[in-house]
């Protein structure tokens, strides 16, 4: 079991993540990452766009801005329909979301409910404010969406984006064109978005400011299926839930209501949870959406949940969002701008599948799912993903062993993101990269200085092997690719 404050005990005083503007008592819903979480930030984010970029050779990163003008969000929809429910007590003034206090009071998730239908709910079952008992004021809308002022006399209205897609969907013509017409076309993105959250909670699960990693890819049905096919395998596995259904895995071809182009997509997500991120199948589902929950221009919607003890339970960090010619019919309607292209002697506008991704929430689900507090205090994380691939240490600060380990360091460091420690016994050196998850130490002894053999360390086995200085590289690479496991050097 997952002890949560541990587990931000440990994030907070190693250097991972903590709450913003700390010194000033903080803001609910703004996060920090420290030098560790940085480092693990950027290997999620460049194992996802080494993954997803990957898929295709016409699926290509790009980035905008973080301040949209006014025009795109109305044309979008965000400024007329971005936006949650707001209540708040009558006596202390405190405001919460409505669904989230309903659902902490009786456990009923009543997402997608409108005000009308909360205030039934909340009157049904009595519900008062949490902090002081009073009653309630009854619901309203309130979006979302953090304006801002454009110019130095406010003259342009704008927001900071509350997602990163519609800035994909406006660059979609100019790069199609670039890309000499070439489709199917993936546009990738990560960054920033903002939403001014009612009641952020549960650490950086739900954030005010946040990272999205988005692959917008574009094609017209019935055209360019063939694409898809060609990289299809029926027989892969995935734990799917569908709508009034158990968890169960299945091959993804038994998903029979499903085109192509989404089940290998689908496939793909799934894969990239268990092949880079290194989680238990088990520990993952891909959740169907029903027709109440999904947004309305969603025409199939499956969440990625990952089981999360420190957060209670299953938690959506990613999703599969087949949203149609929606974004690109309604940004040319309101722009005048054509977003058609020609196909076979037509003027289409293409659909968009959307696969979405929560860079926070991925990187919480591997703090989260590799922490372990059983004889120690450990953090499992993917070779490739974790701050540090391997620790290099002196047994001793003295007879030469720190200058040869200094020696091993230098040698590796322009290939490894390395570390170099000499503080306090190898035991507590141990387990200090343990804490952060380094996957493997190197320790120099008196034998090295003999035969230029060191020993490696594996963190999950602790298992320990020897081998030559000169075969360093060799045997990293190999664990770290995941070319050869541990134990066929033992």
Sequence with gaps: MVDSDELESVCKRR??????????????????YGHLGALLKDNWERSWKEYFLGLDDNYHMIYTPNILPYRVLKASG??????????????????????HLVEDVID????????????????????????????????????????????????????????????????????????RKKMPMGLATIGSAFRNEISPRKGVYRLREFGQAELQIFFVPGIHE?????KYNAEYR??????????????????????????????????????????????????????????????IHFDVEIFLESLGGWKEVAGVHYRGDYDLTKHQK???????????????IPHVLELSFGVDRNIWSLLDRGFGDDDRKWLHLPADLAPYHVAVFP???KDGLPEKSIE??????????????????????????????????ITIDYDTMDDDTVTIRDIVSKDQIRAPITELNDILRTLINKEKTFSEYL
Aim: net charge negative; charged share 30%; with cysteine.
């Design 15 to 32: 250097g991972f993540i903590w709450q913003s503007s700390e010194i000033y008592g903080g803001e609910a819903g703004f996060y920090d």
């Design 78 to 99: 965000h400024v007329d329909m971005f936006s949650d429910v707001l209540i708040h007590c009558m006596r202390c003034e405190t405001g919460f979301r409505a669904d």
């Design 108 to 179: 009923m998730n009543v997402e997608g409910l409108s005000a009308e239908e909360i205030d039934k709910t909340i009157e049904k079952h009595d519900i008062t404010c949490p902090n002081c008992k009073g009653a309630l004021s009854e619901s309203d809308d309130f979006n979302m969406m953090f304006s801002v002022q454009i110019g130095p006399t406010g003259e342009h209205k704008g927001f900071l984006r509350p997602e990163t897609a519609q800035g994909t969907y406006m660059n979609f013509f100019r790069e199609f064109r670039a890309l």
């Design 226 to 230: 063939e694409v898809f096919e060609k």
């Design 238 to 299: 995935v734990n799917v839930m569908l709508v009034d259904d158990d968890t169960k895995l299945i091959e993804v071809d038994e998903l029979k209501d499903l085109p192509i182009f989404y089940k290998y997509h689908l496939s793909k997500v799934f894969e990239f949870f268990t092949d880079k991120m290194n989680l238990d199948p088990d520990s993952i589902r891909l959740r169907e959406l029903s027709d109440d929950e999904r947004a309305f221009y969603n025409r």
């Design 334 to 348: 309101e722009s005048g701008t054509k977003m058609s292209i020609p196909i076979e002697g037509e003027r289409v």
């Design 395 to 397: 047994l001793i600060r």
């Design 408 to 441: 091993v360091y230098n040698r590796l460091k322009s290939r490894f993101r390395a570390f170099w420690d000499k503080s306090g016994s190898v035991g507590k050196r141990y387990a200090r990269m343990d804490e952060i998850g380094t996957p493997f130490c």
